[in-house]
């Protein structure tokens, strides 16, 4: 039985990314370099873990163009197809070009005002993808959209870290589908992102999901949300904790099944468990610790309980961590997620994400695209059999296919995975104190590596560096695995214990 004061998601550390810190009963973690990573990771009875930063042979791949990206173009004088619903007008300029990086627990953003001749320019960070939004500041919540940028298939933009400008010449609003299209070709603006073919047709099979910040007013009080005056930062959070269970040979994987080797490509499944949505939000911005949750779609909570379409429930899951406050509820494996529309009630006041796009069951279940780690525990003589020493923790990046998995290549974690958010993390078998800990961080900046069993290379909680360098196979106890995609996704890859290990 895993420790529940450690481990369950109702009482866990969290790690707040920018700000190094890790909350649980007002302790804090070791951090290695300037974030956290957050990452809670799924244990074998499927509640999650906390995977923290640590040091490790990594450096960032976040080498982002010095000078920052330069996004410009002009936007075409009024709007193609007809007005929906004839709900509202739709300007013939939109005042405003906003764009927004999601990540896990942040999302960044960049305002520019749109000058009267209809040109915008925005200055971005290389290096990660970004959703970029017009809009009319005289409407208020998601009426303030006037259109969404798209370009075929790509819902985001994800300029290489050497990537310096796009202009995506004119801009073109429709009011039919609600989106603004570039009269630049994909292949021309693909190029000018610095990304290739292959990679930008991956991006765009996953990239949906940024259309959760597609809203500028969240909280609806007619003031856009990230404005270059007063903020960078999106100041409230929709983050999805999309969980799996790793299988070898159609039984479940346990730590016994990664020492001295790899799971086998040909034979591993990564099974579908759960999916958390959580909003998060400052608590400058409200007092209440929780509130309730209103999809669009029905849904079915891990629990079992159906949530009507348009209902409102009470959050199943609430936590704080920093200056924030968090709560949401866990959707089980059978249900579809929710699309459209989501609200959260705190107190009197109402979170929007509007026009929000999920994947469907279907991937989940059969997730080709998706890029997880692979790790291995090495021990320090291959022919021991028993009270094992370790001499490092090798990783592999792979994609999954149709068939099994293929090892990823360096453009695409460049694009789409976040560095220094992938972290492996255990408790440690010492004694029945869950809090000694280590994490250790995968490095997103090779295919594969090795991290050397050091104690610089790894954060401990709890655990001596002399106790760490001794420590065997049979310790290793409720190893979590987690990791960030640069859309603002974590996920979580779940292994059971070595069989005789970790009562």
Known sequence: MVHDTMWRWGRIMLCFGTMGLCMQCGTSVPTSGSSDSGADSTTEDGTDSTADDSGSDDDSNSDSNSEGFRLSGTIASGTSGSLVGGLK???TTPTDAIAISPGVQGASCRQATVASDGTFDLTLEAGQPWMVVFIDRAQSGASMVVGRLVSDQLDALAPSSTATSLDLSTVTMDADS???????????IVADLGIDSAVAELLATLDDTVTRYQNPDIDNDGAIDCSSTTSNAVPYFLDFHVRFDMSLA???ASIADILDTFLAADQTTATYSSTGIYVAYPSSFSTETTGTVTFADAVTTEGGSLLAAGSTNAATTSLS?????????????ASELPDGEISFGVGSETLTFSGVVTPPLSELTAPTGR????IRFDRTSSSCTSGCTLSGLSYEWRKKTSTGWTSASVSELATLVEANQATAGFNVGLDTNSSQTVYFTIPATAASGTIT???ANASLSGVSEAEFLVLTTEQICHLGLSFDDTLGMRYFAGYLNAPGTCE
């Open 89 to 91: 007008s739709v300007a």
């Open 178 to 188: 609600g989106t603004a299209t570039s009269s630049r070709n994909l292949i021309d």
């Open 250 to 252: 159609g039984s479940r």
């Open 321 to 333: 961590f920093s200056d924030y406050y968090s709560f949401g509820t866990d959707i089980g494996a």
């Open 371 to 374: 890029i997880f780690p692979f």
């Open 453 to 455: 069993w050091a104690a």
